[in-house]
T-cell receptor, first 113, second 110 residues
Framework: IAGITQAPTSQILAAGRRMTLRCTQD?????MYWYRQDLGLGLRLIHY???????GKGEVPDGYSVSRANTDDFPLTLASAVPSQTSVYFC????????????FGPGTRLTVL | QQQVKQSPQSLIVQKGGISIINCAYE??????FPWYQQFPGKGPALLIA?????SEKKEGRFTISFNKSAKQFSLHIMDSQPGDSATYFCAARNDYKLSFGAGTTVTVRA
């Protein structure tokens, strides 16, 4: 069982370019999340999805979009990247139990120049 | 504005010593308080968690102390080991979404 996979591992991107970060989980978890991690700020929620077909905005959604066409995949798209989106991005998923916590992927390090 | 305030930003402890990390919150709707451990280049992983109706939870060398009236909770790492060197995040859950503290980098000196 792989858990959560993210791709790419790292990417350098020119400002203004479009980029999609991929996230796939094989745990059949209903809920999935995207966070960005910045030094001194911890992890901040970008977007989330409680179940396939639904999405919601987190704490820092501007400049990002997501889709949830099926249970396993939850891609994050930067329509026109800006340098302030340089960060490490983590995808996470959670089961349906009230005590289940979130399981994180290995992250994508994104640099926008 | 972070909903969960975490301190210190970093700490150094000798092997065998006690590491203490503190977190505070304001939102009384939070109903679950996990701690995550993150090693360099890896994603965070759940370490231990507590619900607000419990004042303390212990798992091995890791203990969470929870003070509901003060809206504070802390992580104690007893008998700290070099392998405990990592960044630790406290978090609080509301409506199944987590708010994280800024993180504490713990360095255990052998």
């Amino acid at each position: 069982i792989a858990g959560i996979t993210q791709a790419p591992t790292s990417q350098i991107l020119a400002a203004g370019r479009r980029m999609t970060l991929r996230c796939t989980q094989d745990m059949r978890h209903n809920a999935m999340y995207w966070y960005r991690q910045d030094l001194g700020l911890g992890l901040r929620l970008i977007h989330y999805s409680n179940t396939a077909g639904t999405t919601g905005k987190g704490e820092v959604p501007d400049g990002y979009s997501v889709s949830r066409a099926n249970t396993d995949d939850f891609p994050l798209t930067l329509a026109s990247a800006v340098p302030s989106q340089t960060s490490v991005y983590f995808c996470a998923s959670k089961g349906t139990s009230n005590t289940d916590t979130q399981y994180f992927g290995p992250g994508t390090r994104l640099t926008v120049l | 504005q972070q909903q969960v305030k975490q301190s210190p930003q970093s700490l150094i402890v000798q092997k065998g010593g006690i590491s203490i990390i503190n977190c505070a919150y304001e939102n009384t709707a939070f109903d679950y308080f996990p701690w995550y451990q993150q090693f360099p280049g890896k994603g965070p992983a759940l370490l231990i968690a507590i619900r607000p109706d419990v004042s303390e939870k212990k798992e091995g060398r890791f203990t969470i102390s929870f003070n509901k009236s003060a809206k504070q909770f802390s992580l104690h790492i007893m008998d700290s080991q070099p392998g405990d060197s990592a960044t630790y995040f406290c978090a609080a859950r509301n409506d199944y979404k987590l708010s994280f503290g800024a993180g504490t980098t713990v360095t255990v000196r052998a």
